[in-house]
């Protein structure tokens, strides 16, 4: 056998090539159109096109990409009714696009981070992984304002000489 076996399909001129399925599940979240790759006898991958939750209006759908590591083929990638992205069949760990020029990431539910074209926004404390392990910043690449309205706890404060220390220490 050669590779690239299985069918083609030419839209001659301007035209585009229209594949469609069509299935009436009656449950809600069933499976419409599934393509499955096998090797060697073991499915290593698969994308599943399904039905929403609204078994009324039957309107809604997602899709969900599947991948295997040692034969334990699992849903990696969902893309919901609203766009949401999720991962691993978490569906409480997405990320979304709430606004324009806006994407958001949310775990367990709730928003953690913000990024708009202006800011960055945190819905949590920004911690590090390990005590005295990470910097803010570095010597030859430095913030240039720090803005700080609370307690602000530091060990130790390094002043350039010359600075101007407004109020005084």
């Not at 594949?19 to 159109?33: E, H, K, P, Q």
């Not at 409480?92 to 709730?110: E, K, M, Q, R, V």
């Not at 690449?141 to 600075?163: M, P």
């Amino acid at each position: 056998d050669a590779d690239g076996e299985g069918f083609n399909q030419t839209a001659a001129g301007n035209h585009y090539i229209d594949n469609f399925a069509s299935s009436n599940r009656t449950s809600a979240n069933g499976v419409i159109w599934r393509q499955t790759a096998d090797w060697n006898g073991k499915t290593v991958a698969q994308i599943k096109l399904s039905a929403g939750t609204d078994t009324t209006n039957k309107d809604d759908g997602h899709i969900t990409f599947w991948t295997s590591a040692a034969n334990d083929n699992a849903e990696r990638l969902r893309i919901d009714t609203s766009g949401q992205l999720s991962f691993a069949g978490d569906t409480d760990t997405y990320i979304h696009h709430p606004a324009a020029d806006t994407l958001a990431i949310n775990t367990s539910g709730t928003e953690r981070l913000r990024i708009g074209t202006d800011k960055v926004m945190f819905s949590v404390d920004a911690k590090v992984d390990a005590d005295n392990a990470r910097d803010l910043g570095a010597s030859g690449l430095e913030w240039k304002d720090l803005f700080i309205d609370g307690t602000a706890n530091i060990d130790v404060l390094d002043v350039d000489n010359g600075a101007n220390i407004a109020g005084g220490l």
